[in-house]
């Protein structure tokens, strides 16, 4: 079982940053995607940013520029840096994880709310 916990959202004025963090534990073999969903009430659940174990990251074009994936490899954790956020961005944040422990697995945070006053 892998465990996915999240930490760093709140409440902030546009314009302002968040980071956001998401350590993995467990019985992990490797991650093959360390990944950030968002979801917005009446939305769908959608991948805003994403970063394979080769180190290619991946962006949504609405966050594109503002955001940037990163991670601690060693560690399990990765990080969503948010810039120049928007009422818009509002939303609960959700890390993913495409896990091998040792089969292949798809875990989920249990989200963290972001919201973001105009």
């Known amino acids: 079982q892998v465990q996915l916990v999240e930490s760093g959202g709140g409440l902030v004025m546009a314009g302002s940053s968040l980071t956001l963090s998401c350590a993995a534990s467990g019985n992990i073999y490797h991650i093959n995607l360390m990944g950030w969903y968002r979801q917005a009430p009446g939305n769908e659940r959608e991948l805003i940013a994403a970063?394979?174990?080769?180190?290619?990251?991946e962006y949504a074009d609405s966050v594109r520029g503002r955001f940037t994936i990163s991670r601690d490899s060693a560690q399990y954790t990765w990080y969503l840096q948010m810039e120049n956020l928007k009422p818009e961005d509002t939303a609960r944040y959700y890390c993913?994880?495409?896990?091998?422990?040792?089969?292949?697995?798809?875990?989920w945070g249990q989200g963290t709310l972001v919201a973001v006053s105009g």
């Open positions: 970063i394979r174990s080769g180190g290619n990251t």
């Open positions: 993913y994880a495409d896990v091998v422990s040792p089969s292949a697995y798809e875990a």
